[in-house]
């Protein structure tokens, strides 16, 4: 979408827009992983080996994380998604990083059924990611 931009801006400015407890765990995860792989471990971890998950299943989050790029992507990329989002994102001047952050967590978080607090420091990490990367270069990767 014409005019949505992603600030190039070191980790520790996207990190300090979310509480402080997401914060820490994502500081001691990016201390052995990239910003990608910390997003994912924060979305398919399951908690311990030794207890079900809800309902009593353990399920795969894999494709949880699948659906969360692909949503992502969409989101970033697609002119025509979530249409109604980036036009009250673009609405605010200067456009930051909480706005961003909290717009797309909460729209990718209505669209796969869960709070948008659960995928935010997911949604940081991958801002960040695209932020550094470049629009250009995150849309054409596909």
Same mark, same amino acid.
Request: cysteine-free; proline content about 0%; aromatic content about 8%.
């Given at each position: 979408m014409a005019g949505l931009t992603i600030p190039d801006a070191p980790i520790e400015q996207w990190l300090a827009e979310l509480k402080p407890y997401q914060r820490q765990t994502l500081e001691k995860f990016l $201390?052995?992983?990239? $910003? &990608?792989?910390? $997003? &994912?471990?924060?979305?398919t971890t399951i908690g311990s080996a030794n207890i079900a998950s809800f309902g009593g299943q353990i399920t795969d989050p894999k494709p949880f994380w699948d659906r969360f790029k692909a949503e992502c992507h969409k989101f970033i990329c697609d002119d025509g998604a979530y249409s109604d989002e980036k036009k009250a994102i673009l609405a605010e001047v200067p456009i930051s990083k909480a706005m961003l952050i909290s717009a797309m967590s909460s729209a990718i978080g209505t669209t796969l059924g869960t709070a948008g607090t659960l995928i935010a420091p997911a949604a940081t990490l991958l801002l960040f990611t695209v932020g550094r990367m470049g629009l250009n270069a995150y849309c054409a990767k596909g």
């Open positions: $201390a052995s992983d990239d $910003a &990608e792989a910390v $997003a &994912e471990k924060w979305l």
